[in-house]
Structure formats: structure tokens, C-alpha cells
């Protein structure tokens, strides 16, 4: 049986990640609707979709690019929920558990990187 990005634990972990994220923007003032959620949500499901292109492109060079990309995406992440911490728009629990899962993410995708380019 041949494997899916979807058996990859950074996809998985970022899965999480995009699904946590939408979920806490639907809070957020619909005055954001077309700034700061739709930032967030763009940079958390590119990670996922990264990792899922990446994959697929049928060389470890080619998905290691596609990595770098989905950890930049994570990075981005990571600017917003600051930035929606001190807008108010979440509280230090919520940006805790966000920070959390978005630094487990680039962990998991520096470990897939550092693997494929041995």
C-alpha cells in the first residue's frame, strides 16, 4: 500500500493546527473577516496544502521546497496569533495552545526535512 501525506505526522499536526484555527477566528469581529482570519486561515491551511503538494511531487528535493514553505506558512501563523492577542481578540490560554501547536508543527517539519536530506 503506498503512503499518503496524510500519513505523515506533519500533516497531521497541521491538520489539527488549521481545523483549531478556524474554528477560533469564527470568534473573531466580523470586521476581520477579510483581514486578520482570512490571513490566518490562508497561512495555516497553506501549510497543510504544502505538505500535501510536496509530497506528491515525486522527488525529496522537490518536497523539501515545498517544506521550507509550509514551515514559512507556520511562521506567518505564529505573527497573526500575536497580533490577534493583542488586538484582544484571544486570550494568553488560546494563543498558549495555538503557539504550542504551531511550534510542534515546525519541529515535526524540520525533522521531515533534516530525514529527506540525509
Not at 25 to 35: A, D, L
Request: net charge positive; proline share 1%.
Amino acid at each position: 500500500m503506498e503512503k499518503s501525506y496524510r500519513d505523515l505526522n506533519a500533516w497531521k499536526y497541521a491538520f489539527e493546527l488549521v481545523t483549531l484555527v478556524y474554528k477560533v477566528t469564527e470568534r473573531f469581529p466580523s470586521t476581520e473577516t477579510y483581514r486578520l482570519t482570512s490571513q490566518m486561515c490562508s497561512a495555516a491551511i497553506s501549510v497543510t496544502a504544502n505538505i500535501a503538494e510536496g509530497s506528491c511531487r515525486g522527488t525529496d528535493k522537490d518536497f523539501c521546497r515545498f517544506l521550507y514553505m509550509a514551515r514559512g506558512s507556520a511562521a506567518e501563523l505564529e505573527n497573526y496569533i500575536l497580533v490577534s492577542e493583542r488586538l484582544g481578540y484571544i486570550d494568553s490560554a488560546c494563543r498558549d495552545e495555538l503557539m504550542s501547536l504551531t511550534k510542534n508543527v515546525g519541529k515535526t517539519i524540520n525533522g521531515l526535512i533534516k530525514y529527506l536530506n540525509r
